[in-house]
Nanobody
Framework: VQLQASGGGLVQPGGSLRLSCAASGRTFGTYAWFRQAPGKEREFVATISASIGRTWYADTVKGRFTISRDNAENTVYLQMSSLKPEDTAVYYC?????????????????WGQGTQVTVSS
């Protein structure tokens, strides 16, 4: 079982990036994105139920980020727009078997390796 995150990079404030997380080895019920900035604790970003598509966002990204999934490809995406310097962090995708979205990282059993997002001019 593996989660492979990609798509990070350097972007100017106000710009956009799309992160991808490809899952292999099994089908999951729920995916999520978390992030961790230097010197800070890991925080929830967004989650989606793979079966019903229900989503949930952190208040800090609501209206700017969109989580989506492609069940055929077993891939989840995080479209990030209107990026701010405070969005700079390592972004991690996570997955679990339950179909119910969750904002709690300790409820996710599988984690990707992380991809760096840097928002700077």
């Amino acid at each position: 079982v593996q989660l492979q995150a990609s798509g990070g990079g350097l972007v100017q404030p106000g710009g956009s990036l799309r992160l991808s997380c490809a899952a292999s080895g099994r089908t999951f019920g729920t995916y999520a994105w978390f992030r961790q900035a230097p010197g800070k604790e890991r925080e929830f970003v967004a989650t989606i139920s793979a079966s019903i598509g229900r989503t949930w966002y952190a208040d800090t990204v609501k209206g700017r980020f969109t989580i989506s999934r492609d069940n055929a490809e077993n891939t989840v995406y995080l479209q990030m727009s209107s990026l701010k310097p405070e969005d700079t962090a390592v972004y991690y995708c996570a997955a679990r078997m339950s179909p119910w979205p969750s904002t709690y990282g300790n409820l996710f059993d599988y984690w990707g390796q992380g991809t760096q997002v840097t928002v700077s001019s």
